[in-house]
C-alpha cells in the first residue's frame, strides 16, 4: 500500500485568495489524482495528474480554477483559485497501485472559505 | 456515464447484528469495486478490493460481493461492534482505470 501524506490538513481562507494543497506519495506512481467532497455528499474526481503533462480535468472542473502540478512521481499540488464559500469542502489526493489499481487515499485537506 | 448507488443512506443497530450494505453501478464495464470506510473530517481507509473477475473477497468480520454482471456489490459485517460506526463507500473503477466513481454513501451507526 502507498502512505500520502497531505498538507495542510485543515485551512479557514477569505474568499478572493488561493489554497495551494499538497501531496506527497511515499513511492513513485505514475497517475495521482484528486478529489474533491463537498458538506454531505460523496467524492467527485477533479482532475487526473500524469508526470510530464498537464493534468486531465473532469467535467465542471477547469485548470484556471484548480491548476495542478505534477513536477515528479511523488509529489503534487493543487491550487484551489479565486476562491469563494462555495468551494469549502474537503480536498482528498489519492493515488492507484499499478498492479491491481486499488486506490489509496491521503487524510484530505479540510477547506473553510469565509 | 456511470452512476453508483448505495442503500441504504443511513443505518443504526444494535452491536452484535449482522449487517449488509448494498452497492449497484449502472455500466457493468467496471476494472475493479473498492469499499471504503470513512471516519468524520478523515481520508478514505480501503477495506476490501475486487477485481471485476471475481466474485467476493474477505477480511476479518469483512465479506464483500460483486455480481458484475447485474451491477451489484455487497458489504457484509459479522458481529458489528460500535467502532465500525463510520461511512461506507462504494466506488467503482472504470475500463479505462482513469479514478474512481463514488456512491453517496452509507452511514453506519453501531449502538452499544
Known amino acids: 500500500s502507498a502512505v500520502i501524506s497531505q498538507k495542510p490538513s485543515r485551512d479557514i481562507c477569505q474568499r478572493g485568495t488561493s489554497l495551494t494543497i499538497q501531496c506527497q506519495v511515499d513511492?513513485?506512481?505514475?497517475?495521482m489524482f484528486w478529489y474533491r467532497q463537498q458538506p454531505g455528499q460523496s467524492l467527485t474526481l477533479i482532475a487526473t495528474?500524469?508526470?510530464?503533462?498537464?493534468?486531465?480535468?473532469e467535467s465542471g472542473f477547469v485548470i484556471d480554477k484548480f491548476p495542478i502540478s505534477r513536477p515528479n512521481l511523488t509529489f503534487s499540488t493543487l491550487t484551489v483559485s479565486n476562491m469563494s464559500p462555495e468551494d469549502s469542502s474537503i480536498y482528498l489526493c489519492?493515488?492507484?497501485?499499478?498492479?491491481?489499481?486499488?486506490?489509496?487515499f491521503g487524510q484530505g485537506t479540510r477547506l473553510t472559505v469565509v | 456515464k456511470q452512476e453508483v448507488t448505495q442503500i441504504p443512506a443511513a443505518l443504526s443497530v444494535p452491536e452484535g447484528e449482522n449487517l449488509v450494505l448494498n452497492c449497484s453501478f449502472t455500466?457493468?464495464?467496471?476494472?475493479?469495486l473498492q469499499w471504503f470506510r470513512q471516519d468524520p473530517g478523515k481520508g478514505l481507509t480501503s477495506l476490501l478490493l475486487?477485481?471485476?473477475?471475481?466474485r467476493e473477497q474477505t477480511s476479518g468480520r469483512l465479506n464483500a460481493s460483486l455480481d458484475k454482471s447485474s451491477g451489484r456489490s455487497t458489504l457484509y459485517i459479522a458481529a458489528s461492534q460500535p467502532g465500525d460506526s463510520a461511512t461506507y463507500l462504494c466506488?467503482?473503477?472504470?475500463?479505462?482505470?482513469?479514478?474512481?466513481?463514488f456512491g453517496k454513501g452509507t452511514h453506519l451507526i453501531i449502538q452499544p
Open positions: 489519492s493515488v492507484e497501485d499499478i498492479r491491481q489499481f486499488e486506490a489509496f
Open positions: 475486487i477485481q471485476s473477475s471475481q
Open positions: 495528474a500524469n508526470q510530464g503533462s498537464e493534468a486531465t480535468y
Open positions: 466506488a467503482v473503477l472504470g475500463g479505462g482505470a482513469d479514478g474512481l466513481t
Open positions: 455500466d457493468s464495464a467496471i476494472y475493479n
Open positions: 513511492s513513485q506512481v505514475t497517475m
